[in-house]
Nanobody, 125 residues
Framework: VQLQASGGGLVQAGASLRLSCAASGRTFNMGWFRQAPGKEREFVAAISWSGGSTYYADSVKGRFTISRDNARNTVYLQMNGLKPEDTAVYYC??????????????????????WGQGTLVTVSS
């Protein structure tokens, strides 16, 4: 499975962006991570295969929304109220297994089998 992330860009604080992650094949649980310069990659959000279960990092809860369109093999990350500290390269990831619920286990990079190349989001103050 290949993952292609897109939608990043340069925006001002308070703006919105929607990231997309298109998969070349069927995927199951999906996640978004981000990595800021000089920092470790951190979890952002996860979604189950059905879309019925989602899980967010505390830092983005209430501002970001993860969703998916299985007919298009695409996962989205709607980011509202962007802050300068959201500046990072955003990566999508796919788990080759499915589960009804996604929780804290999916905050780990090791829960995922496939990774996209990343898309840069820059938020200016």
């Amino acid at each position: 499975v290949q993952l292609q992330a897109s939608g990043g860009g340069l925006v001002q604080a308070g703006a919105s962006l929607r990231l997309s992650c298109a998969a070349s094949g069927r995927t199951f649980n999906m996640g978004w991570f981000r990595q800021a310069p000089g920092k470790e990659r951190e979890f952002v959000a996860a979604i189950s295969w059905s879309g019925g279960s989602t899980y967010y990092a505390d830092s983005v809860k209430g501002r970001f929304t993860i969703s998916r369109d299985n007919a298009r093999n695409t996962v989205y990350l709607q980011m509202n109220g962007l802050k300068p500290e959201d500046t990072a390269v955003y990566y999508c990831a796919a788990d080759k297994d499915s589960s009804r619920y996604v929780g804290s286990r999916f905050a780990s990079r090791f829960a995922y089998d496939y990774w996209g190349q990343g898309t840069l989001v820059t938020v200016s103050s």
